[in-house]
């Protein structure tokens, strides 16, 4: 090894052999901030403890693609969370029908599931879908409507908190027999349901290959993954960075605020001390942090010489696509625009043709018309589906041109100076600048409107679980995601592209 470890790296690797060696140390935490080497850190571990066996968990393909290229063979394996857990089901002989798994069911078709005899019913039916999504992202190990008011509390769940007994328990009922339709492999699995299936069989505990666990992006974690995480028989090492925790929709939990020791990682070598103060100046602003990011980046004229346009809201990168067509200016977006456009061109072919080819969305022709569609995505207020609604509306056949052009761009081979991204897409990439569109909200708005005084009484609302002061956590760190994929430059509130 040629390098030199900063003295916040080197502790860290000290006190992995004080943790292997105490029998009452069995995890330890690296909070470690945007750009501050988490990855270079885990792989020094797995290199330098050499003779011990490292399992890499994390969230995210594209970490999990980068740490298996990059990480020792010989002694580490990494896995997303969903693949550690289907690869050792199937190990240990269960075989849902994993070649149709799928991420959720839409409440249409749970009420021809599951037989419910309303079949306008559509409220019941996301209702048993919440309860569903709760349950399988809790530490419960039943389905009872205390225990899932409880959780969705915890989750801050709003249609659990705002449903009534009735319909809770009715819920209730429904997403058991939901459950004894996935095990009994009547349905195709969900992500969700195996995933919470290898936690309550506790199959983790039987998985004795390995010394030590490395759980990236440990941040965004949730009950049924620290389970997994603790049920292993190894050390654990968790990793992440809390500010970054942006997808408190799907429960999550932090695994760093339960390691028996916490380290923290504050040295940048990838954005300049301009970027580093503004992240600072949010996370002291608004989080109350005290830990500072000190860069020791140095100012160079590129890297890549990229601007990439980050968008709150798929609604305005598409209209940012729209406007760069206008004016013949090369872009590309950094994952595939069909994610971007799919549902809205769902809805449109279904509108306009009375058809739908994307098999994600085969579930609409089983409404009388379009009108009755309109009605269940009002009565359901599916978040996907509203947005999709707004743009079909907006642009009408366009979009069909739009998502053409943009699928062009994003196959090309060309070089491009310009890349669009939403910001919940960009986390884990950088770029030389970075330009965020007008779409993000007025932070200090929100807490002045919420009559919030001041950061400490924000983190302490949000850590009893208050819905108004977790939703402007989230936004903050999305903010924060989004000025830390910076280099060198940070634009804010654009309306386009020059």
Known sequence: MNYTLTDEQQAISDFVLVMLMSPSISSMAIKAFAGCGKSFILKHIAIFYKDKRFLGLAFGNKIVAENRAAFPKRNSKWFTVHVFARTYLQKF???FDFANQRSSYKALELIEILNIKDSGDYILAESIS??????SQSSLKEITPEGIRKAGKSQKNEKIISINDAYLGAACKYAIRLWEKFEKSEIAPTFDFYLKYFEVKRFAERITEFDILELDEAQDSNAVTMSIATQLPTKNIYVGDDHQGIFAFRGTISAMNYADKVFYLSTTFRYIPKIAAYANTILSTYKNEKVPIVSLAK???SVDGITAYLSRNNSSMISLIDDLMKK????????????????????????????????????????QDFEQAEEYIEETNDNELKTALKMQKMYGKRLYILLK?????????DPVKIVLSTAHSSKGLEWDKVELLNDFPDIMKLIKDAKIKNSVEL???ANKNDLVAS?????INLFYVAVTRARFSIDIGKEAAA
């Open 328 to 367: 013949n200016i090369a872009f590309k977006t950094a994952k595939d625009p069909k994610e971007l456009f799919e549902a809205a061109i769902a809805l449109l072919e279904y509108r306009t043709e009375k058809k739908v080819t994307n098999q994600n969305f085969q579930y609409l022709k089983r409404f």
């Open 130 to 135: 919440e309860v569903f999504k709760v349950y």
């Open 405 to 413: 052009v943009a699928k062009e761009h994003y196959r090309s081979k």
């Open 471 to 475: 939703n402007i956590i989230q936004e």
């Open 459 to 461: 983190m302490n609302r």
């Open 299 to 301: 100012e160079k004229a």
């Open 93 to 95: 002989g269960v075989n």
